[in-house]
Every structure is written in structure tokens, then in C-alpha cells.
């Protein structure tokens, strides 16, 4: 674990519920060639976290950083003695860089570890701690229950290929559900949409790739693959945490085998950086908001799940009227 004293001192920053254009400070590390790296400062007034983002990444392009990696963030409001744009040089009318970089390069063999999108801790108490390679996961074999259990923890670079291999392991989906979380994470509200219009794996993978940006990146958005029987369950959680349960010891013994050759270490307990800190969840600025991913859930043939029910309960009885 590397610390690095490297936020601004917060002691004289509110932090305030966004409201209207919030001044959001990222916290990156800007790479500008193989060799050359750099943590860098950013100030971007944006109403989400998604879009300001967006906009940092689109103007750090003007000081010459080819890849801008997300490490920390948090809403900020100015008052009393504190106004972090005085250290700053504006890029554009809303985007705004600290002066000081500090310069940054893992050390040989080190991973550089990148928060899966949706996802970025708090920058609250100002430390930085960048973690090491932390793609893991954890099994646990029937004991009472009769299900295997995996779950996998990955990082930016490898969760969106190594939840599709996943995915593809599994012999058959019979059921798909996303469930949509809060957006404003102010209600303990969800909604849980399942499809009846999606029926085979092919068609299931195909959605999820043509809406990787509300689904697999969207911080709002969980995921759930099972079988009928109830012998496979493959969810992803809205902090991109993977987990299969399976009573299927030929497919348990073959994701096992699947992420070791993939170079994803077993571990003994399951370590999340992002869920033991305080963290933000965010949507990718191309994703549809709360209420437009609904109602396109629903002309994609998703259904709330309560009124699934009473679909598939007047279809059993003969009584549904199509």
C-alpha cells in the first residue's frame, strides 16, 4: 500500500449535497508517456460526478496527459479563507488544474490500480492510499448449503473482460434481472426489472454490451444471471463486486481454473478498498438518467418484477389476455 499526503487540506471545505453545478474535485493521475506520470488536480463545476469527469478527461488532453486515471473525488463548496481555483489554471469555463503536480511512477512489477467506472473513493480525509494489485477472489464449498460460492474483486482493467468470460461459462440463463439503485443515494429505494423478452445468453450478453454504459458501468445498476432450477446464480453488485453460486462442481472447479489462468489470485477473505472506504457511485455521463433507463427497460421488454409475477401467474392459470 502506498500513501501519499497529496489531496488539499479539506479542514476549511463544506461538503455539500450537489445542487445545481457542484465544483467537483478529481484527484488523477495523468500519464503523458510510458516513462512520465503524474498526480494531478482538478476542479470541474458539474451538476453529477459522471459529467465532470467527462469534462476533466476531454481538457486534460490541453497539458498533454494521453490517459486520465481517476483516483479520488468529492464535491466541494468554498467558504471562509479556502478557494482552491486561486491555485489553479483555468482549461475552459468549468474545468480548472492545480499548478503542482507531483510526480509518479509505480515501481517495477507494481499494478496500477484503477477503481472499476461507477465507482471512486472519497477524497474526504485527504490522504491518498493507492492500493496494489487487489484482483482477487474467494471461494466457499458446501457445507449446509449445496452452493459453491466464488466471488471475484477486479479493478478497472480487468472487470468488464473477465464478466463476460464469466458469463459465457455458464450453460444457460433462464432468468435476467437489473435492479436500479437510487441515483441520488438519498432513499433506500430500488426497483428490480426482470425481461422476459431476453431468453437466451446470446441475446442477454448482446444487451448488456450495446448498454455497457448504464449497465456494467453504471454505479446504480446490479445485475443478476440465474437458472430456473436454481443451480447457477451469476450477480454483479452495484460496487462491481462479482459473485456465482453454482451446485454445479464442473463449472465451480472450471471459473476457478479460468481466473487463475487469467492471473486473478485466490485469496482467503475478500478485500474491497472501495466498500471498507467512504466512496462515491456514480453513472458514466452517456448513460441515460435514472428515469430514462427505466422507461427504456421497459420498451425493451423488462418488466417490474411484481408485475412479472402476476404476468407469469395469469399465464400459468390461462387467464392472461395478450
Known amino acids: 500500500m502506498i500513501s501519499i499526503l497529496m489531496t488539499p487540506s479539506f479542514t476549511k471545505v463544506r461538503i455539500m449535497e450537489a445542487m445545481g453545478k457542484e465544483l467537483w474535485y478529481l484527484l488523477v493521475r495523468g500519464v503523458f508517456s510510458k516513462k512520465v506520470s503524474a498526480m494531478v488536480n482538478f476542479y470541474v463545476h458539474e451538476e453529477e460526478l459522471g459529467s465532470a469527469i467527462r469534462n476533466g478527461r476531454d481538457y486534460a488532453k490541453v497539458i498533454g496527459i494521453r490517459d486520465f486515471l481517476l483516483l479520488e473525488a468529492i464535491p466541494l463548496s468554498c467558504d471562509g479563507n479556502f478557494n482552491p481555483l486561486e491555485d489553479a489554471v483555468g482549461l475552459s469555463h468549468n474545468v480548472y488544474v492545480g499548478k503542482e503536480m507531483v510526480p509518479y511512477q509505480p515501481k517495477a512489477g507494481q499494478s496500477s490500480f484503477i ?36 466471488t471475484v474483486v477486479l479493478g478497472n482493467d480487468h472487470l468488464e473482460g473477465i464478466f463476460f468470460h464469466l458469463l459465457g461459462l455458464i450453460p444457460r440463463i433462464d432468468s435476467f434481472t437489473i435492479t436500479v439503485k437510487d441515483y441520488c443515494r438519498k432513499k433506500n429505494k430500488a426497483e428490480l426489472f426482470i425481461s422476459h423478452t431476453l431468453t437466451t445468453k446470446v441475446a442477454i450478453v448482446g444487451f448488456i454490451r450495446r448498454n455497457c454504459a448504464d449497465t456494467l458501468e453504471n454505479g446504480f445498476v446490479e445485475m443478476s444471471f440465474k437458472t430456473v432450477a436454481g443451480t447457477n446464480c451469476f450477480t454483479l453488485d452495484d460496487h462491481k463486486v462479482l459473485t456465482l453460486k453454482t451446485t454445479d462442481e464442473h463449472l465451480f472447479k472450471l471459473v476457478c481454473a479460468s481466473l487463475k489462468f487469467h492471473d486473478i489470485k485466490e485469496s482467503d477473505h475478500v478485500h474491497v478498498p472501495w466498500i471498507e472506504n467512504k466512496h462515491w ?15 427504456f427497460l421497459l420498451q425493451e421488454g423488462f418488466m417490474p418484477c411484481k408485475t412479472f409475477a402476476s404476468w407469469m401467474e395469469q399465464l400459468l392459470q390461462g387467464t392472461l389476455i395478450c
Open 115 to 150: 477503481y472499476p467506472t461507477g465507482i471512486v473513493k472519497s477524497a474526504e480525509n485527504g490522504l491518498l492510499e493507492l492500493p496494489g494489485d487487489i484482483d482477487h477472489f474467494v471461494v466457499s464449498k458446501p457445507a449446509i448449503s449445496r452452493h459453491f460460492t466464488i
Open 281 to 295: 457511485h456514480y453513472r458514466p455521463c452517456k448513460s441515460l438518467d435514472r428515469k430514462e433507463f427505466i422507461k
